[in-house]
């Protein structure tokens, strides 16, 4: 029997539904949620991930405080415009889309966003707060993982789960996230310093492909009836499609859907969920300006 395809559509659609009404709310209260997306260059996956962002935030009815600038932008001035963005108290959340140009200091920048407007998660003051259970924004694909694993009634309690990668943005946080007391998983982490990466992948009741490689995870490395949540977006060069490639995650899903008992699919899965918990994020600095 094939697994249970995850429609992580449906799952953020509904998220997002949920902060439409919230944010209506908010808004009767004299607040209106508010998150500046900054933008460097042209980078065409970042302009369509910012697309996506600014999309959503007027569906969700926030105000839409996105700056574009060009390429040559100064890391001084990009500075610059994060702390006038930081004590502006309009402003509730504040992203700025990674990659960066190769004169920008990423760190610089991310160091620099208040942790109370980083809706990312990426600040190191909020990757503490994750590590030691305290409140604070969480990094959004991760915690949409774990929004999946909840709303399909998928069990963590006593659960093993193996995360293949340990990059600061997914591996890490959800290895975090997924054994702390509220899930109660036991995590393995896995990365290319694994040795007999099969041999632990198949003892996974929950198996989380974040390696950023497509045909990572293939049939045999599954556990019969295992939770294959796939988190890549690979773009593989197809002469037959329009844009010229086909989107692909980190598992070989047709052959692993036969043997999963659930799967998330590449496009439609995890990535809906990512911008959903951003737009969560932003509500939620936003209700804390009521105390909510």
Known sequence: MSAVIIDGKQIAADVRADVANRTAALKGKGVIPCLAVILVGDNPASVSYVTGKQKALAEAGMADRSVHLPENTSEADLLKLIFDLNHDDSVHGILVQLPLPDHIDENKVIMAIAPEK???????????????????????????????????????????????????????????????????????????????????????????AAAGRPDTVTAGMVKPGAVVIDVGVNRIPDAAKKRGFHLAGDVDFNAVKEIASYITPVPGGVGPMTIAMLMENTLESAEKCLGN
């Open 118 to 208: 980083d809706v990312d998660g990426f600040h190191p003051v909020n990757v503490g707060n994750l590590v030691i259970g305290h409140p604070a924004p969480l990094p959004c694909t991760p915690h949409g993982i774990i929004v999946l694993l909840q709303k399909m009634h998928i069990k963590t309690d006593g659960a093993h789960a193996v995360v293949i990668g340990r990059s600061n943005i997914v591996g890490k946080p959800v290895a975090l996230l997924l054994a702390r007391r509220e899930c109660n998983a036991t995590v393995t982490v896995c990365h290319t310093g694994t040795k007999n990466l099969t041999d632990i992948t198949r003892q996974a009741d929950i198996l989380i």
